[in-house]
């Protein structure tokens, strides 16, 4: 039986370069794979991207109210003519990958796990766990539910301690108002801290 694994860390932990690299390292073997993001991330359009600056189209993006795996069915099959690249043409899909997790929803993490267990396909999920505010993301609580295996990808704080928090910033104020969902790179932009950095910047304040 497959397994679905949620790698998972704060920001700039290297979870689109980890993504990518395990994607080539399946390719240079000759095995299929199928990389998959939430369609609610428009960062980098209908791409991956690394911040080392490594970039790659997904097969296909997963909108919001839709069955992951029933578009994972359809590309898998090569039934869908609006697919995307498929960069290695041999079926069967070896392993799906999907970057940006948190972003869905747990009905879809669901789909993944039927996807591993009862596709017998592996399923890599990365993502980071909390927002700006310290709240799991509905996708990343229910990864942490349900997956078979958890990985923690560490990165380190402007202090040199590990980061475990994400920060949100318009310009240089750091804020802690408004939607969960703002993508990096939109009027704001997110820098990882430590709990003790966190608590520094926030005044004391976990959370709203």
């Known amino acids: 039986m497959a ?6 860390g704060a920001m700039n932990s290297g979870k689109s370069t980890g993504l990518l690299q395990a994607a080539f390292n399946y390719e240079e073997r000759g095995q299929r794979v199928l990389l998959a993001k939430p369609g609610v991330d428009t960062k980098g359009d209908s791409g ?4 080392l600056g490594m970039t790659r ?21 090569g039934d869908d003519p609006d697919a995307l690249l498929q960069h290695v043409d041999t079926p069967p899909v070896a392993c799906l990958m999907v970057d940006e997790a948190q972003f869905l ?3 879809q993490v669901d789909d993944l796990f039927r996807i591993a267990v009862l596709d017998n396909v592996p399923v890599l999920a990365y993502g980071i766990r909390t927002d700006f505010r310290t709240r799991a993301f509905p996708g990343s609580l229910r990864l942490l539910e349900i997956a078979h295996t958890l990985e923690e990808l560490k990165t380190i704080c402007r202090c040199g301690r590990k980061a475990i928090f994400n920060t949100r ?12 969902v703002a ?3 939109q009027d704001v932009w997110y820098e990882s801290l430590c709990g003790s950095c966190y608590l520094e910047v926030s005044g004391g304040r976990l959370g709203s």
């Open 3 to 8: 397994k679905l694994y949620f790698r998972y």
């Open 169 to 180: 910033r318009v310009g240089e104020a750091v804020v802690f108002d408004g939607d969960q």
């Open 48 to 51: 991956i991207v690394s911040r």
């Open 105 to 107: 929803e747990p009905a």
């Open 183 to 185: 993508i990096d790179g």
């Open 57 to 77: 189209s997904v097969d296909f993006l997963i909108p919001a109210g839709s069955s992951a795996r029933s578009i994972f069915a359809a590309h898998a099959a």
